[in-house]
């Protein structure tokens, strides 16, 4: 009984948990601001964030300044693979087929809190990875950190334009999925800043992944990298077009509403 009551006490007690608590200061305040600032219901949520980007930021630096240089040196020589697909056509299950298969690295759950200091806090992740749930609540996939996942929630910490802030910030969604999913309203300059943080962490991911592969014996390094792009990014080919000209493309969608067995197909551009 007492177990029982236990248990029960653990399900309704819950760690403070937010995908922005890897943010840095400039790009809260900056996305706050910009997104009309906080409801009052909100508030632990906003604290804990900020509590967080302060905590952080000294990992930040020190990863900027031991990995920054040889980061920017970093050259991605093959295009990458784009799995393209709405929710619940099989994208992520065949993100998972895909990370099994040694030639290929992938964005990790891991390099999507904390884009831009990940390799700064690898001591921790043990400890991190508690605060986690164990699954998907909407298919109940298994959550692992060193699993893989969307790079879109790496822009949602790194930018102010993210499809994702359309979940953080839903009364102001639409403007949020014109600039991020069309550019619509974003300067040349912030056009040219998505593009620049854009590559710059797919040179991070695949810097990490090239430097652990170093540290495995008998490893060969991976000459592809992965990436998992769902809802958003069914309208969003100019934009990593015209940073990976010869991208390659996984389109996956179903046939009809009610097929539950999705339909694919590849395309080099798309």
Not at 36 to 44: A, N, R, T, V
Not at 137 to 143: S, T
Not at 179 to 203: C, D, R, S
Request: a positive charge; glycine letters at 4%.
């Amino acid at each position: 009984m007492n177990q029982e009551k236990s248990n029960t006490l653990e399900k309704k007690v819950r760690a403070p948990q937010h995908p922005l608590f890897g943010i840095s200061m400039r790009n809260w305040i900056r996305l706050v601001s910009s997104n009309g600032g906080i409801d009052k219901k909100y508030y632990s949520k906003a604290i804990f964030i900020t509590v967080t980007s302060l905590c952080t930021a000294p990992a930040r630096l020190f990863f900027k300044v031991r990995y920054g240089t040889r980061i920017n040196d970093t050259t991605v020589k093959n295009p990458p693979v784009f799995i393209i697909g709405h929710w619940r056509t099989g994208t992520t299950y065949l993100h998972e087929l895909l990370s099994q298969d040694p030639q290929f690295c992938y964005v990790s759950l891991w390099e999507t809190l904390l884009p831009d200091s990940f390799l700064s806090f690898e001591q921790i992740k043990p400890f991190l990875a508690r605060f986690l749930p164990s699954k998907r609540p909407m298919d109940e996939i298994k959550v692992e950190m060193d699993g893989p996942y969307e790079d879109e929630a790496a822009l949602a910490v790194l930018l102010p334009w993210s499809f994702f802030h359309c979940l953080h910030f839903p009364k102001n969604a639409e403007e949020q999925y014109q600039k991020a999913v069309h550019f619509q309203g974003l300067t040349p300059e912030e056009v040219n800043q998505w593009k620049k943080t854009y590559l710059t962490f797919i040179k991070t991911v695949t810097f990490a992944n090239q430097r652990k592969t170093r540290q495995t014996p008998h490893a060969s390094p991976p000459y592809w990298t992965c990436f998992l792009k769902r809802g958003s990014s069914t309208s969003t080919g100019t934009r990593t077009r015209c940073i990976f000209p010869p991208r390659r493309c996984v389109i996956m969608c179903s046939s009809n509403s009610h097929c539950k067995t999705p339909r694919r197909r590849t395309s080099k551009d798309t």
